[in-house]
């Protein structure tokens, strides 16, 4: 049985990119699973979460070639390769919604963690980057889980607090533990 592995799908920084790069041609397309077909397709820009709406690189396309004569083809289709510092298909990025976290944790209301967490997140996007925890956490645990067992906590039965505690205590030390979840699981936090 022959082992493929997968394409990196989060990195820290252009000089770990380009180690993804060098890899391209001997990684398989995660749609069709062809090796030999993915190429560079360009760079992903988006918006940043602040109110200047400024546009920022968040990472790279890949594509796989479907074109010219070639003995494999591929499907043609592309993927994204992320900063780990955002988010998949959200505005925010990992640092904002680890600030939150932190905050969300200490205070009692939703609106007030936002206010106090120092990120741009809307206090109308709050209750959405809540339920978007609460809907993953069984993902994120399980993640969490296959590297250390979770912290026991006493003055909480909030399964939210729980996952936030474990996070924190598998990337202990990082300053954005999320960044280092995406980073580490090649997953996204959402």
């Given at each position: 049985?022959?082992?493929?592995?997968e394409?990196?799908?989060?990195y820290?920084?252009?000089?770990?990119?380009?180690?993804i790069?060098?890899?391209?041609?001997?990684?398989?397309?995660?749609?069709?699973?062809?090796?030999?077909?993915?190429?560079?397709h360009?760079?992903?820009y988006?918006?940043?979460?602040?109110?200047?709406?400024?546009?920022?690189?968040?990472?790279?396309?890949?594509?796989?070639?479907?074109?010219?004569?070639r003995?494999?083809?591929?499907?043609?289709?592309?993927?994204?390769?992320?900063?780990?510092?955002f988010?998949?298909s959200?505005?925010?990025?990992?640092?904002?919604?680890?600030?939150?976290?932190?905050?969300?944790?200490?205070?009692?209301s939703?609106?007030?963690?936002?206010?106090?967490?120092?990120?741009?997140?809307e206090?109308?996007?709050?209750?959405?980057?809540?339920?978007?925890?609460?809907?993953?956490?069984?993902?994120?645990r399980?993640?969490?889980?296959s590297?250390?067992?979770?912290?026991?906590?006493?003055?909480t039965?909030d399964?939210?607090?729980?996952?936030?505690?474990?996070?924190?205590?598998?990337?202990?030390?990082?300053?954005?533990p999320?960044?280092?979840?995406?980073?580490?699981?090649?997953a996204?936090?959402?």
């Amino acid at each position: 049985m022959e082992i493929q592995i997968e394409t990196q799908r989060y990195y820290r920084n252009e000089e770990e990119f380009e180690g993804i790069c060098l890899d391209l041609k001997n990684d398989p397309c995660p749609h069709c699973k062809n090796i030999g077909c993915l190429i560079l397709h360009g760079y992903l820009y988006g918006y940043t979460e602040d109110t200047s709406s400024e546009v920022v690189k968040r990472g790279h396309r890949i594509f796989c070639s479907n074109r010219r004569r070639r003995e494999r083809k591929g499907c043609g289709r592309t993927f994204s390769v992320l900063i780990s510092g955002f988010i998949k298909s959200h505005t925010i990025s990992a640092e904002s919604v680890w600030k939150l976290l932190e905050k969300i944790k200490e205070d009692v209301s939703l609106v007030r963690a936002a206010r106090n967490s120092e990120s741009n997140i809307e206090e109308s996007g709050v209750y959405r980057i809540f339920r978007k925890l609460k809907d993953n956490q069984i993902k994120i645990r399980t993640f969490l889980m296959s590297l250390k067992d979770p912290p026991s906590l006493k003055y909480t039965k909030d399964s939210a607090i729980q996952t936030i505690e474990h996070l924190k205590s598998v990337f202990k030390g990082s300053l954005c533990p999320v960044a280092e979840f995406q980073h580490f699981f090649q997953a996204s936090f959402f």
